[in-house]
């Protein structure tokens, strides 16, 4: 009988039992199958595969596999291992858009330090998440299995890393950004881009020393938060900085997401919440009127 190799990536890996996870599996299968067949027949459903590579090429559902192919099945929206060249014709670039979940609020402001558009409120729903992934065309980013088992969920991917720093590297890795971080482009708080802003406009709403010690600044069009290049850039900058040169190594061979290299500490020392953007940006117009 002839056999194939396959080899499952990521989370299709949960569908397969423990000893057959993340390694080649040589399986018989009838002669003439599809590859739709023999990778349907391991249990992992089709609907959640973005990628089949057989033999190093792009290939669907509908492929006649032969003896001896080598198959490597993906999940929607992998990216390790594939290099550019074996990308599926026609697949756009990913000007990619994320969503996340109630609990990955420091992860959404990480994504938007380093140029990414993520929404993220501390109260939506499952279901506000999945209509946002419908209606915008966003990745729904999560750490419950459950949510990105729901059939409508078709763009989700589950982050294994705890803690935020490493979340951040977990990501851009995972959807091969490292090449298109743009940091310090949008608000951390409302995920919109920043507009360059003279000194002029905004000189009586800043301290004293930041009115003295700096000339460059950018606004939030939305929360008009004031961005300037204060004290806690330098370490937003080295965690951008990490994130770029780790983003661009490998994972060690065989490291599992869970286990990904963790940044260093200095990494993970970002701002918390409060005063900060990539400064401290909450000064707000002296006048006590609300803001519109
Ligand atoms: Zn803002």
């Given at each position: 009988m002839p056999t194939v190799q396959l080899r499952?990536?990521?989370?299709?890996?949960?569908?397969?039992?423990?000893?057959?996870?993340?390694?080649w599996l040589s399986r018989p299968f009838?002669a003439?199958a599809?590859a739709?067949?023999v990778?349907?027949?391991?249990?992992?459903?089709?609907?959640?595969?973005?990628?089949?590579?057989v033999n190093g090429?792009?290939?669907?559902?509908?492929?006649k596999i032969l003896d001896g192919d080598r198959v490597?099945?993906?999940?929607?929206?992998?990216?390790?291992?594939?290099?550019?060249?074996?990308?599926?014709?026609?697949?756009?670039?990913?000007?990619?858009?994320?969503?996340?979940?109630?609990?990955?609020?420091?992860?959404?402001?990480?994504?938007?330090?380093?140029?990414?558009?993520?929404?993220?409120?501390?109260?939506?729903?499952?279901?506000?998440?999945?209509?946002?992934?419908?209606?915008?065309?966003?990745?729904?980013?999560?750490?419950?299995?459950?949510?990105?088992?729901?059939?409508?969920?078709?763009?989700?991917?589950?982050?294994?890393?705890?803690?935020?720093?490493?979340?951040?590297?977990?990501?851009?890795?995972?959807?091969?950004?490292?090449?298109?971080?743009?940091?310090?482009?949008?608000?951390?708080?409302?995920?919109?881009?920043?507009?360059?802003?003279?000194?002029?406009?905004?000189?009586?709403?800043?301290?004293?020393?930041?009115?003295?010690?700096?000339?460059?600044?950018?606004?939030?069009?939305?929360?008009?938060?004031?961005?300037?290049?204060?004290?806690?850039?330098?370490?937003?900058?080295?965690?951008?900085?990490?994130?770029?040169?780790?983003?661009?190594?490998?994972?060690?061979?065989?490291?599992?997401?869970?286990?990904?290299?963790?940044?260093?500490?200095?990494?993970?020392?970002?701002?918390?919440?409060?005063?900060?953007?990539?400064?401290?940006?909450?000064?707000?117009?002296?006048?006590?009127?609300?803001?519109?």
């Open positions: 499952f990536y990521e989370e299709l890996n949960d569908f397969l039992p423990l000893q057959d996870r993340k390694k009838d003439g599809t739709g067949e990778v349907g027949a391991l249990g992992v459903p089709l609907d959640r595969i973005d990628l089949l590579l090429e792009p290939a669907d559902f509908s492929r490597g099945v993906y999940p929607v929206f992998e990216s390790l291992d594939i290099g550019p060249a074996t990308r599926l014709p026609g697949r756009p670039l990913r000007d990619i858009r994320f969503v996340a979940d109630v609990h990955l609020g420091k992860l959404a402001r990480q994504l938007r330090l380093l140029g990414f558009d993520c929404l993220y409120r501390n109260d939506s729903s499952d279901n506000d998440l999945i209509a946002v992934m419908k209606n915008e065309g966003r990745v729904v980013l999560t750490r419950d299995r459950r949510l990105l088992g729901r059939k409508a969920v078709s763009r989700g991917y589950c982050v294994r890393s705890e803690m935020p720093g490493d979340q951040a590297l977990e990501v851009v890795r995972r959807f091969d950004l490292s090449d298109a971080l743009r940091p310090f482009t949008l608000c951390m708080e409302c995920n919109l881009p920043l507009a360059e802003v003279g000194k002029e406009e905004i000189v009586e709403t800043l301290p004293p020393l930041v009115r003295r010690d700096f000339e460059k600044f950018h606004q939030c069009p939305g929360c008009k938060r004031n961005y300037w290049q204060g004290s806690h850039f330098d370490g937003m900058r080295r965690f951008v900085d990490e994130v770029r040169r780790e983003s661009a190594i490998p994972p060690p061979a065989d490291a599992e997401a869970e286990t990904a290299s963790p940044l260093q500490k200095s990494v993970l020392s970002l701002p918390k919440e409060g005063p900060g953007g990539f400064a401290s940006g909450r000064h707000r117009r002296p006048n006590k009127r609300k803001r519109r």
